[in-house]
């Protein structure tokens, strides 16, 4: 591109979108990238600031920002989402359905680490609605090298770096355990709340048992629900290290394999997560479920409901941002709660 006096640029071609800020009413491109100035855009573009203006010289070893925002979108775009026009060498990726959204991480801080381009996202891991933006990006400079842009395709790989997953509504079994509700001593409180949470996502709970700290009659009731063909068990109560607590030990003779006992979350770090043969997840979830308003089966359940594996390696990393502030008005899910990275 060429740098020009803007009053001797009458007939050039603009390489790059001006943008006129008008506090209060409007922030937007008042000449678009190709335009050809006139004798009257003269004053227009004195008036914002612009006593030069670069015009555009071709160069076969350089693209102009918005063809290097086209690449960077085609990095980052999968199923489920469009992209904008570009616009002030921008565009934004849209989703086009529910879903959760889930980034790669490591290719995208990658990408970022060369300069001169970014690449910005909503947080990795959490469900997002139609319509919701997913990311932007741009480059930094009005032109950028072809070979720049050749190394961001190379670290990307075939894979793009946005993927919108399909939250599934499930048909669940609950099991309440604890001797005080299951004689009658205190009323249920937790089914509820599991209730309600379930019901945010579509699911049904197709069947409910009510078991005592007897760790067989908890593993008869986890079974009897799995032969039944429900699609997830939530096991309440019994998750701590007391004596009577031995609902880990029920989900551990179930059959079912335990990926982890324990997280680093607070609210939440007595939360258990178990994978049947066929993929179904048993969960056993502490007290704090019932009676904290955000919790780590907060993070935890869209996951399990689009059939992303909950790992011991995913929920090890939700140890930066893992801390809940209890806030006495709860934004989640905008706000720090589970988005360290």
């Keep these: 591109m060429k740098l020009m006096k ?9 390489c790059h979108d001006i943008t006129q800020i008008i506090k209060g009413v409007t922030k937007d491109a008042r000449f678009r990238k190709g335009h050809i100035i006139t004798e009257e855009d003269v004053p227009v573009l004195l008036s914002l600031g612009k006593d030069h203006v670069y015009i555009w010289e071709n160069n076969e070893n ?5 063809e290097a925002a086209e690449i960077l979108r085609s990095i980052c775009q999968s199923e489920g989402m469009h992209a904008t026009e570009p616009k002030e060498g921008k565009i934004e990726l849209i989703a086009d359905q529910d879903g959760l959204l889930l980034i790669d991480l490591e290719k995208l801080r990658a990408i970022n680490a060369l300069g001169d381009m970014m690449i910005a996202t909503r ?13 932007g990006t741009r480059v930094i400079p009005l032109v950028i090298g072809k070979g720049r842009m050749e190394q961001a395709k190379k670290l990307a790989g075939g894979a793009p770096l946005l993927r919108l997953a399909a939250i599934h509504a499930k048909k669940y079994g609950l099991v309440t355990t604890g001797n005080e509700v299951f004689y009658g001593r205190i ?5 509820p709340v599991i209730v309600e949470k379930m019901t945010e996502y579509g699911c049904e709970m197709a069947m409910h048992e009510v078991c005592n700290d007897d760790p067989a009659m908890i593993t008869a009731a986890i079974k009897k629900m799995l032969d039944a063909g429900v699609e997830m068990v939530l096991c309440t109560g019994g998750m701590s290290v007391d004596p009577d607590d031995k ?3 029920a ?12 997280a680093p979350v607070l609210p939440g770090a007595m939360f258990l997560v178990a994978y049947t043969d066929d993929g179904r997840p ?21 996951r399990l409901l689009a059939d992303e594996p909950v790992t011991a390696s995913w929920l090890a990393g939700l140890g930066h941002g893992g801390l809940c502030l209890n806030c006495p008005e709860c934004h989640f899910p905008n706000c720090g709660f589970g988005k360290g990275v």
């Design 282 to 302: 048993v969960c056993g979830l502490p007290g704090c479920v019932m009676y904290a308003k955000r919790t780590i089966f907060d993070l935890a359940l869209p």
């Design 6 to 14: 803007t009053q001797d640029a009458v007939g050039q071609v603009l």
């Design 62 to 66: 350089m693209l102009h920002e918005n």
């Design 187 to 191: 009323q249920d409180t937790f089914t």
């Design 251 to 262: 989900i551990r003779q179930s059959g079912a394999r335990v990926v982890s006992y324990g």
């Design 123 to 135: 947080a990795s891991g959490f469900p997002v609605k139609k319509g919701d933006k997913l990311c």
């Design 247 to 249: 609902t880990p030990l």
